[in-house]
């Protein structure tokens, strides 16, 4: 599977379905297991690490969840393939860093249901919807994960599964949403919100989750912990700390709004103004953009554009996306090392996209 059609992916989550889609762009259920025979990865070798990944394999092709599935080994594919499944939120950027033996990623045709095998732990699973759907995406999981546990999962009956990170142990489960809070951002309360999540037990996070700065006013909120709590009361417990979350910014936007009005417009008008034109663009700049233009949109500052089509400008905003469908490193030189050809490349995808949805409106 090449870098373009990964890229190109009909993924759920972006198509942005669920519930208060324009401030939530996912939810995602992230269950962490290991088989109870074998050593935590970081103690396996290679060998039992290929055994691992063929158990699991042989497993999900049984799996009527997984139907629809395919798997990619990690030593098969290139650097630019493994960004985009990091972009899409298959997998991880530790995992796409890690070694290549007895690791792989398996995925549905949709992006909903995707498996990390021999990342932190033995087997990951997850789920992604779009919107605040995590009731929903764990009902999916709890079905996968029932399909898979005669895998014979290492379990303790005082402290629950086993983790190579004891703050996964329990259940097991890490429940997520990302949301896009820029009117929080902008009134300087982002403090509060970090402090308000950690009294609970849940934390606050970049885009792509532990270790990765947050961009365009995208963050993580995730919980903690596993153990102590029912699946389904820290999936609530993060749900409602999410609804609070969309009021707030629901809250800071009309502050904005009443606050800077023709100033705060004008700031969102010349955001769509330089996407729309601009011949070069960097990461962090196309994300600042975007969040401004996805704000302005909501509140109808700015013509239509619907969550989903927003959500697939921010994917292929990323530099992984941004070289896989400009063709970057195919036959090219050394063009995917080259910033500006990127950059520039990220600004023409941009262009077109936009000018596309602005025709319509």
Not at 64 to 69: A, D, G, I
Not at 293 to 307: C, N, W, Y
């Amino acid at each position: 599977m090449q870098a373009l059609e990964l890229a190109s992916m009909p993924l759920e989550w972006v198509f942005g379905r669920g519930d208060e889609s324009f401030i939530v762009l996912s939810s995602r259920i992230r269950l962490a297991r290991n088989l109870a025979k074998f050593p935590f990865p970081w103690k396996c070798d290679k060998d039992s690490l290929v055994e691992i990944e063929n158990l699991i394999l042989d497993k999900v092709s049984t799996s009527y969840m997984l139907r629809n599935s395919r798997a990619l080994k990690l030593e098969q594919m290139d650097k630019i393939s493994r960004m985009v499944l990091v972009e899409n939120h298959l997998i991880s950027p530790n995992f796409a860093q890690g070694e290549d033996v007895g690791r792989a990623v398996v995925f549905d045709d949709r992006g909903i249901v995707s498996l990390m095998l021999n990342e932190e732990d033995h087997l990951r699973i997850q789920v992604f919807l779009g919107g605040l759907q995590l009731h929903d995406a764990w009902h999916v999981a709890k079905k996968v994960d029932s399909e898979l546990e005669s895998l014979d999962y290492a379990f303790n009956c005082e402290r629950g599964y086993l983790s190579t990170c004891p703050t996964n142990t329990g259940t097991g489960l890490r429940a997520s949403v990302m949301l896009h809070i820029p009117g929080i951002v902008a009134l300087g309360h982002m403090g509060q919100i970090v402090r308000e999540c950690n009294r609970v037990g849940l934390t606050v996070r970049g885009m792509y989750g532990e270790g990765t700065p947050p961009g365009g006013s995208l963050f993580q909120i995730s919980n903690q912990i596993t153990l102590g709590l029912a699946e389904e009361e820290l999936v609530e417990k993060v749900n409602s700390i999410a609804l609070g979350v969309v009021e707030q910014e629901h809250f800071a936007r009309e502050r904005l709004i009443k606050q800077k009005g023709i100033d705060f417009a004008d700031k969102v008008w010349r955001s769509l103004g330089i996407v729309s034109c601009a011949r070069k663009l960097s990461m962090k700049e196309a994300m600042e953009l975007l969040s401004k233009v996805r704000m302005g949109t909501e509140m109808k500052i700015l013509p239509e554009i619907s969550s989903g089509e927003l959500n697939r400008l921010i994917l292929d905003a990323q530099a992984g996306h941004v070289m896989a469908l400009s063709g970057s490193g195919e036959g090219k030189g050394n063009r995917r090392n080259d910033i500006r050809y990127v950059e520039a490349k990220r600004a023409e995808i941009l262009r077109d996209r936009l000018f596309k949805f602005l025709q319509h409106n």
